[in-house]
């Protein structure tokens, strides 16, 4: 069974401060990972691609995998309100198919 | 560059009549996905296209949902019926997959339909 899983929050963290998403998946095949934004009543769209053990780092944000433990997690550092959205974890199994979290909704407090 | 487009952007219809969704994906992109996202869940995977050919179509309602990628570019998807369990919204997304490369899928602003 190809699961996702992510916690739905909401998940409520002060500007300024570092944001925490997590995400585990079941599938020790998987290669690449994808972290998707989305904002209310607006599509998904690709923050940031991890294929690799260890850390990525584009910005204020950060992917960290861990393919032993089976898990991924995006990092938000200095949280601005504009980061309040909908983070969608994605991991593509055999023959391309992306199997998607039901995502993580992120409230930045000011 | 332009990004994936798809139109209508908002659909209202009674039940049990038909309606059509297209897409055309960004320039160059051999694939192309329909999604269908409910409130509060990821999007869930209707059907892949690879160029022209229907590779996964494995979670499509074939009784009342079909799609077409006519010459490898643009699609559309149909449903008729329409029943009200089919409101949702329809995300089309488009990606370059080459053997050993990456899957990033990029998405349009998808269509909001609304079953009566």
């Known amino acids: 069974q190809k699961e996702v899983e992510q916690n739905s929050g909401p998940l409520s963290v002060p500007e300024g401060a570092i944001a925490s998403l997590n995400c585990t998946y079941s599938d020790r095949v998987s290669q690449s990972f994808f972290w998707y934004r989305q904002y209310s009543g607006k599509s998904p769209e690709l923050i940031m691609s991890?294929?690799s053990n260890g850390d990525k780092e584009d910005g204020r944000f950060t992917a960290q995998l861990n393919k032993a433990s089976q898990y991924v997690s995006l990092l938000i550092r200095d949280s601005q309100p504009s980061d309040s959205a909908t983070y969608l974890c994605a991991v593509p199994f055999s023959n391309y198919q992306l199997i998607w979290g039901a995502g993580t909704k992120l409230i930045i407090k000011p | 560059e332009a990004g994936v487009v798809q139109s209508p952007r908002y659909k209202i219809i009674e039940k049990k009549q038909p309606v059509a969704f297209w897409c055309n994906p960004i320039?160059?992109?051999?694939?192309l996905y329909w999604y269908r996202q409910n409130l509060g869940q990821g999007p869930e995977l209707l059907i892949r296209y690879e160029n022209e050919e229907a590779v996964d179509d494995s979670q499509l309602p074939k009784d009342r949902f079909s799609a077409e990628r006519l010459k490898g570019v643009d699609s559309t998807l149909k449903i008729q019926p329409a029943e009200l369990g089919d409101s949702a919204v329809y995300l089309c997304?488009?990606?370059?997959?080459?053997?050993?490369?990456?899957?990033?899928?990029?998405f349009g602003p998808g269509t909001r339909l609304t079953v009566t």
């Open positions: 991890i294929y």
């Open positions: 320039s160059g992109h051999n694939t």
């Open positions: 997304a488009s990606s370059l997959v080459l053997a050993g490369d990456s899957y990033e899928q990029y």
